[in-house]
Structure formats: structure tokens, C-alpha cells
């Protein structure tokens, strides 16, 4: 009776397919950034990278999957989890916002590139759509987490719900609201910083219903 077959794993070989993974995102990223996604094709990824196109197929999928996967790795660097770790431990309004405001803009700014990325992206790809609809609703939900803290403690206006809360927060430190000051505007992000902040603490305090 013959000994049963053990499959074999080598460490080098997956360390170098893991570092060739992380070589084709980083010439993706520099390629769509600088040319826009639309214009940048699997084999302009595959000489920027220094990989055959089948070994970039093989390793990241599909174009938009890159794409998937390149935001995907900003979501997990994004620090969402210890964000509202320090949200909660906040017991007053004003600590709350400022905490969640500084995060936030931390995160818009390290991520400025792949959320240009993003807007030039989704009009010429639907998927790519996609790929933002999921950054938003991961941004949302981070958002509504920290208005139930704020709800439950009493911080916010009694007339204001967990519902109302979280839109307010949206709107004062959305992503559109970082963009247009800082993009549109040409605002610094400590300037947009300050005033984003303190425009949310005023709308979730407002003791007056909308």
C-alpha cells in the first residue's frame, strides 16, 4: 500500500508571488493615477510591473479586480477600528467630533490618491462604480457607528435620532464635503479640518429640529 501524497508548499515560491502581487499593485496604481484608469490597459500594468500578462492575470484577475484589490488594501490601512475605539471612549460631544474629524481627515489624505482614482474611474467603468458604492456604504457605517455612541450618551440634540446623527455627519465630513474644499477649494486639510469640525459639532448641538 503506497504512503499517502503530501501537497507541498514552498515558502520562497509564496513569497515570491506574494512580492510580485504587491509590484503589480504599486505599478497599477502609479499607472492609473498618472493616466487616468480608462486609458491604462492589463498589458501597460504588465511592462510597468516587469511580469508576463499571464502572470498578471494569474495574480490579480481581471482589471477591475486589480482595482478592487487596490482599494481593498486602503480599507484595511484605512484605521477604522481604533477611529471609533477612540470615538467611544469620548463621553462629550466636542472630544467626539473632534476625534472622528481628525481621523477622518488622516485617512482622506493618505488615501487622496486612490479616492482620485476612484472619481476618474467610475464614470468610464461600471464596476468600478461598484468599488466606490463599497468604499462609501464601509465609510457610512463607520459613521453611523459613532453617531449611535453619541445618541446613547445624550451628546447630540434630543430631537436628533441615531438616523438624523449620522447624516449630519455625512454631510459635514463626507467624503464629497473633504473633497470640495480641499479639491475644489484648494483648502489646506488643517483649514478644511477645522471648519468641517466645527460645522458638525454645531448641526449635531443645534437645539432647533430641521
Not at 500500500?1 to 515570491?16: D, L, V
Request: hydrophobic share 45%.
Amino acid at each position: 500500500m503506497s504512503a499517502p501524497t503530501r501537497s507541498y508548499r514552498s515558502p520562497r515560491r509564496e513569497r515570491g508571488a506574494a512580492q510580485t502581487r504587491q509590484d503589480i499593485l504599486a505599478a497599477a496604481r502609479e499607472l492609473f493615477i498618472a493616466q487616468g484608469y480608462a486609458q491604462v490597459t492589463m498589458g501597460h500594468i504588465a511592462r510597468a510591473a516587469g511580469v508576463a500578462t499571464k502572470t498578471l492575470y494569474a495574480s490579480v484577475g481581471t482589471k477591475t479586480e486589480l482595482l478592487h484589490a487596490l482599494l481593498a488594501t486602503d480599507v484595511a490601512d484605512s484605521r477604522t477600528t481604533g477611529l471609533l475605539d477612540e470615538v467611544f471612549r469620548s463621553e462629550d460631544l466636542a472630544s467626539a467630533v473632534a476625534c472622528l474629524a481628525h481621523g477622518i481627515r488622516d485617512n482622506t489624505e493618505r488615501f487622496a490618491p486612490s479616492i482620485d482614482l476612484l472619481y476618474s474611474s467610475m464614470a468610464s467603468d461600471a464596476k468600478a462604480r461598484e468599488v466606490w458604492d463599497y468604499v462609501v456604504t464601509q465609510y457610512r457605517q463607520a459613521l453611523r457607528e459613532a453617531a449611535e455612541h453619541l445618541v446613547s450618551i445624550g451628546a447630540v440634540a434630543p430631537h436628533l435620532d441615531v438616523n438624523g446623527a449620522a447624516d449630519r455627519l455625512w454631510l459635514c465630513l463626507g467624503l464629497s464635503a473633504w473633497r470640495s474644499l480641499v479639491v475644489d477649494c484648494g483648502w489646506s486639510y488643517d483649514a478644511a479640518e477645522r471648519l468641517l469640525s466645527r460645522q458638525a459639532l454645531n448641526m449635531l448641538a443645534d437645539p432647533v429640529p430641521a
